[in-house]
């Protein structure tokens, strides 16, 4: 896929997002696929596939390393279980790939949507 030019409103579109997607992670630990998908295929109009794609992509560099060293320094970071994480994620990023490239975007982007209204529900309802 090329990539598309980006004039001064689209620019500021995905600083926006960025921005947005970095605080919420920082604060609660979320950004990826819950704001920056959504935020793609909204405001920026790309496909579901492509969304997800681009958010995988800003992972693929350290965008959390900041956050990681205050919580780290704090003593809120279990290493370990972070490294078993993050290789398994690896693997399972792999396998998920491969899947949704398979399914029609529109199924792909209703499940993304169920998976995203079910964990809300069970967040706000179950202890």
Partial sequence: MKSKQLN???ILILLCIGLLA???SGMVGIGGGIIIVP????????SQHEAQGTSLAVLLLPVGIL???YYYNAGYVDIKPSLIIALSFV???FV???IAISI???ILKKVFGVFMLLLSIKMIFWK
Avoid: I
């Fill in 22 to 24: 970095g605080t919420l």
């Fill in 67 to 69: 956050a990681v060293y």
């Fill in 39 to 46: 935020a793609l295929v909204f405001f920026m109009g790309m």
């Fill in 91 to 93: 693997v399972g990023g």
């Fill in 96 to 98: 998920g790939s491969k």
């Fill in 8 to 10: 001064m409103t689209t």
């Fill in 104 to 106: 029609d975007q529109n």
